[in-house]
């Protein structure tokens, strides 16, 4: 599911960071990174782009890709998929699926979700891709069309060693794509816990008990990457306000529980995500000469939504820069200026200003008299 979202080019990195607003909480995680997922506006990070082994968060990507496998049709929940004897032999956490049995698509996906089965991963990359090196290559191509700039994977559970890894920024990227992209199937990240082959296991992210509003993402360790958390939660009390925190290199799964927890209500506390003005919306007006209406709307494409400090929207303000006049034939969507927000004198955003509908040329004899009276004006 796609949402009318516009991102406005924003001038600044951050611009909103003259707003007073208290400083994040001190963390114990060495990186990390706050994000919202509508506008991608980060709100804190530290070390955020630096490249670090990621254990079970690669599980993140794995379970993106199955979901686009399942959207575009490769793919089916109920497809069977046979269990090879090198996902049977995976070692660290596994879901405990059977050599040569056959499991369904959506069974491995909880089994990857909730269990954090190593098994489960490579079972289905091999579904996907048939075998787990090609799933790779997926990755690694995926991480890129995303902007994952520092990414690269080796393997689909995230055993890998310094060859495999992922930095906080790029962990959100690819969290806050496959929310926004795949809502329905997002949801079986906050399942407490999953029972297969009779054995039940519980869900790894603690944060989904101590916080109603937390509703994913992994957990992941290894010795390499001690513990790590990628988290989101959604405020309905904030207009569906949602959050991406990632904590990396966190010293104790509790450290980076707490860690997580700070960030998002930090996060939830000082900042909201706002509709400053709806797509194809009248906003202002521009004359148009040679057509039968003088006045053409002019508006966004899209919404403009941004993620801002709470104090900041009480002195926001928008300016048009628009042409002085402008000749038909128009088309809709054809950009006539620029539309900018600013805080107090300081730009935050800026955004073409479009035509909203179309303005075709009148006849000869109308243009005429059109022409005469610009002449005399």
Not at 21 to 45: C, H, K, R
Not at 268 to 274: A, V
Not at 300 to 308: F, Q, R, S
């Amino acid at each position: 599911m796609n949402r009318p979202i516009f991102l406005a080019l924003l001038l600044a990195s951050p611009a909103w960071a003259e707003v007073p607003t208290p400083p994040p909480p001190e963390l114990s995680a060495p990186s990390y990174i706050l994000m919202d997922t509508q506008t991608g506006e980060v709100l804190a990070e530290a070390n955020a782009d630096e490249p670090v082994e990621p254990a079970s968060l690669t599980k993140i990507m794995t379970t993106y890709l199955a979901f686009r496998a399942l959207g575009d049709g490769l793919i089916g929940e109920q497809d069977l998929v046979t269990i090879s004897r090198k996902a049977r032999r995976a070692i660290g956490s596994r879901m405990f699926v059977e050599i040569n049995s056959q499991v369904p698509v959506i069974d491995l996906l909880r089994g990857i979700i909730v269990q954090s089965g190593n098994d489960a991963s490579i079972a289905l990359a091999e579904h996907i891709a048939g075998s787990e090196e090609s799933f790779v290559s997926i990755m690694n191509a995926e991480a890129e069309r995303l902007g994952m700039s520092e990414s690269h994977f080796t393997d689909a559970s995230g055993l890998g060693g310094p060859d495999h890894y992922m930095s906080a920024r790029d962990t959100a990227i690819v969290s806050a794509a496959m929310i926004n992209e795949f809502p329905d199937l997002y949801a079986m990240f906050r399942e407490w816990e999953y029972t297969w082959n009779d054995i039940t296991q519980p869900n790894r992210n603690r944060l989904l008990k101590l916080d109603p509003t937390v509703d994913g993402i992994k957990t992941g360790f290894t010795e390499a990457a001690q513990y790590c958390l990628a988290a989101s939660a959604m405020r309905p009390e904030l207009d569906n306000m949602r959050l991406v925190s990632v904590v990396l290199g966190a010293k104790t799964g509790r450290a980076r529980v707490r860690d997580s927890r700070a960030l998002l209500n930090w996060g939830f506390r000082f900042f909201r995500t706002r509709k400053i003005h709806g797509g194809m919306t009248p906003l202002a007006e521009i004359p148009v000469w040679f057509a039968e209406m003088e006045q053409a709307p002019v508006g966004l494409a899209e919404d403009l939504v941004m993620t801002l400090p709470v104090a900041a929207y009480k002195k926001l303000t928008t300016t048009y820069h628009l042409e002085p006049e402008v000749e038909a034939p128009l088309v809709r969507g054809q950009t006539v200026g620029r539309i900018t927000i600013r805080h107090e004198n300081r730009i935050l955003a800026q955004a073409p200003a479009i035509v909203l509908v179309d303005m075709p040329q009148v006849g000869f004899f109308i243009r005429l008299w059109h022409s005469l009276r610009r002449l005399f004006k």
